[in-house]
């Protein structure tokens, strides 16, 4: 079995994490295989929303430690490399996605797995699901976003208690803090993950692409509303504009096609 899952069902690209037994720690070949996913999720307009998840018990642990020989006598590592080929594209393929990213958080999500769920644009979890901002429990730094994430979604009191206690956060916790969207139970994860991607899927893609733009953009009031007033043109010649307001007089479900 891969160790990274990719499927495509009614406009919804699936991704799982399958490295189950080492609740999804990252390796090299994950990597390659996120990669391929989130390009090929760019590339084929019949995918309208990507679903990220975890096979197992964990959500994604983040780096692969077993890879990391520290052993006396063993040169140095320069983890800048693995961050620069590795974990900076792909946070920056996720937030440059046009098309809405959904996680679902099944299990523990640590380190450079807690970030990559919160790169994500929707997460929801699993009620027994954990985030764990494990890094200084190895002496590092929040990475993969982490150290931009947190302070935003939770203000740097609690971002700076998750980040030097490392202590576990309950999804439950993740959700009354503003860190994550919403938590179900165990057995509803699943269902209501898809469900979400579904009516994401069948939403007006372009018009979600863009918003992404103007919400992840960080600019003074000015330079925002100017973003807002040229995505907002791109938005407006958009076919799902036309069809989302015809809907609204019609008095009806708009049916929108993603162009
Ligand atoms: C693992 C891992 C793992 C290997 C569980 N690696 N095997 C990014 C890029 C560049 C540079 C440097 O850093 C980074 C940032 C990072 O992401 S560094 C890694 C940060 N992650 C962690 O420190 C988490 C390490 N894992 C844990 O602390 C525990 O596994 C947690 C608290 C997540 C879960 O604990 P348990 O539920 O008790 O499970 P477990 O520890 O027994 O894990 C199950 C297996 O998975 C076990 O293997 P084994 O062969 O003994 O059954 C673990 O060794 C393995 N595993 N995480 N990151």
Redesign the pocket.
């Known amino acids: 079995m891969a160790s990274v899952l990719v499927s495509v069902e009614a406009g919804v690209e699936t991704i799982t994490l399958n490295r189950p ?3 999804n ?2 390796n090299p070949e994950m990597h390659q295989l996120l990669r391929v996913g989130l390009e090929r999720a760019a590339l084929e307009p019949a995918i309208r929303a990507v679903l990220l998840t975890g096979a197992g ?2 959500f994604c ?8 020989d520290v052993s006396v006598g063993a040169a140095p590592i320069d ?1 800048s490399v ?2 620069g080929s ?2 900076n594209p792909l946070v920056r393929r996720m937030r440059a996605l046009p098309k809405p990213i959904i996680c679902a958080v099944n299990g ?1 999500a ?4 807690a970030n990559i769920a919160l790169a994500c644009d929707i997460v929801i979890a699993a009620r027994s699901a954990s985030f ?1 901002q ?2 200084s ?2 002496g ?1 730094v929040p ?2 976003g982490g150290s931009y994430f947190l302070p935003r979604l939770v203000g740097t009191a609690r971002a700076m208690g998750l980040a030097l206690l490392a202590e ?1 956060l309950d999804a439950e916790q993740a959700a009354q803090w503003g860190l994550i969207w919403k938590v179900v139970d165990d057995a509803r994860l699943a269902e209501e993950a898809r469900a979400l991607a579904d009516r994401l899927a069948s939403g007006p893609t372009k018009g979600y692409g863009l918003l992404k733009k103007a919400l992840y953009a960080r600019h003074s009031l000015d330079a925002q509303l100017d973003l807002e007033r040229d995505l907002q043109r791109e938005a407006g010649y958009s076919e799902d504009y036309r069809e989302g307001v015809t809907a609204f007089k019609e008095k009806r479900e708009p049916r929108f096609k993603g162009k």
């Open positions: 037994e080492k609740l720690a990252l018990r964990g642990t983040g780096q692969d430690l077993a890879e990391r983890l693995s961050l590795h974990y523990v640590a380190g450079a797995g764990v494990a890094f429990k190895l590092l990475d993969a576990k």
